[in-house]
């Protein structure tokens, strides 16, 4: 009997019911192939044989960024009072930082600031640690933790200043508090997911609460305290620039202030740079010492 | 020497042993309860008696959530007993128990050789012993050459002769088996199940084998304790009468059919026919 909608599927079958043996051809049309990849072009392959081809990539993109900023600039804009070139950037970045010498007062102090109240910040780790090992504690300081982590801490600026002056410790004390936070909440939430089947592992064996916390709970937190870090870097350089806005006379936070009155935008874009370049700096900096931490991860 | 592991609250000053000199682990009427807020409570397991003698592999058979794992855990003191007593006799200074885990459960940041020492390092401060007895204890799981590797670079299979290896390295009075082959595919099953049987005769160990496959039970086992379910109950105790060398031929042999259809049998059992005897 023929069939008006016969599906592909069933013509084998109508081909036997007529009494053919044939089997279905294959169609000559080819659907898919699979063939060794061809080899790669030869700068890609100079490229991943490099040992340095992380850091060859970044400066690529530098460039890169670079080359659009100028053009975008030079091209497009054309008003160094709103939009200065890169190749401006740069000159004033010089001026500043070698032929004038004029800002390294100010970046040591920032650097300062942000440098003792960050490592003030890292009692955070061991204390994280500690709440994390106690449910009811991670439980009691949930709310507070919540509050801090959540305040936008530059709310807290001029309170800082009525406690501490115009100095290094009111601005020290923002990041502190910018930080501080940040890691407890990271730290304590590592502890407290580090999972049930390795600490069974180590009670069969009765290890002590110490050789526990040793060999499991602080290894595997590792990478989060690493994580909670180069946050904590971030947060730590936003609460140094607000605090220096709000009232100093030093500080690369006080120089953007009077740069931006001045409208000396090409000075002001170097020191939003720096901060930029600090950041990137440091966060790359702990990204690597917490890969010397995770050798295992890293070996497969 | 023996060491008491009376876990059921109170009974840390224990009374006279329950176990005779050739038994290693005695459980005397242990009941293990699950408490839900707002739920009457689960009893897990009810008035559960075993003995397991030296140099003996004793399975624990059963359907899922007999209560098998709840026993287990409960003699590796992970778990708290309702009422009863567990009592394990050990030589002086070693270890009452080891387990294996069902997952292999190794820290990722360790290497092989540093995860088969984790248990004796928490036994002894002696680097070179531990070392030793660590390597001493992958080799006879066959993963001599795979002392540096990470959990990560190594299979499955691989992963848990670590987990293995962990629990032979301090030489336990029992090794306590938590189905350690259920993750595995039926191939590499079998033959991991015929080399656990080769180590067993290698060191003549004791062990306690939890698994819900009759085959394996039968196939590893020199007696075969067979449990019903809600709540978990010794139902009876089948003794395995083959060679106590076996290998994986006898597996398709006339007689290992037969105590692996009894065993079935016992448990297809309707609820209440418990014969303790």
Redesign the interface.
Known sequence: MKRMFSAPAFASTEAAEAGSAAAPALSPHVALTREPPRPRRRWVQWLSANPQERVLLWCAAIVFIGVVWQVVAVAFVRSPLFFPSFTDTVAHAWQLYVSGHSIYGDFAQSMYEAGVGFGLSLTGIPLGLLIGLSRRLMIAIEPVNSAMYALPHIALVPLAIIWFGLGVTSKAFIVFISAFFLILINVSAAVATIGRELQDVAATYSASRWRTFITIILPGSVPFIFVALQLAIGRALVGVVAAELFASNKGLGYLLGVFGNNFETADLFVAIATFAAVGAILSVLFGLIGRRFEKWRIAA | MRSTAGRSGVAEEAGPPIAADSEVVALDGVSISYAHRGKPDVEAVRDFSLRVNRGEVMSLVGPSGCGKTSLLRAI???RTLTSGRIEIRTAAGQ?P???V?Q?P?L????TAIQNAA??I???TKDRKLTRSRAAGALAMVGLAGYEN?????LSGGMQQRVNLARALA?QPAVLLLDEPFSSLDAQLRERMQTEFLGVIEETNATALFVTHQVDEAVYLSDRVAVMSSEPGMLRSVLTVDLPKRRDARDRRGGDFMELCDAVAATLARPAGSEDLA
């Open positions: 590796a003191g992970l270890a128990f080891a387990v885990f997952q459960s820290l990722p940041w360790r984790y248990g390092e928490c036994m590797y990470y959990p990560n670079q301090v």
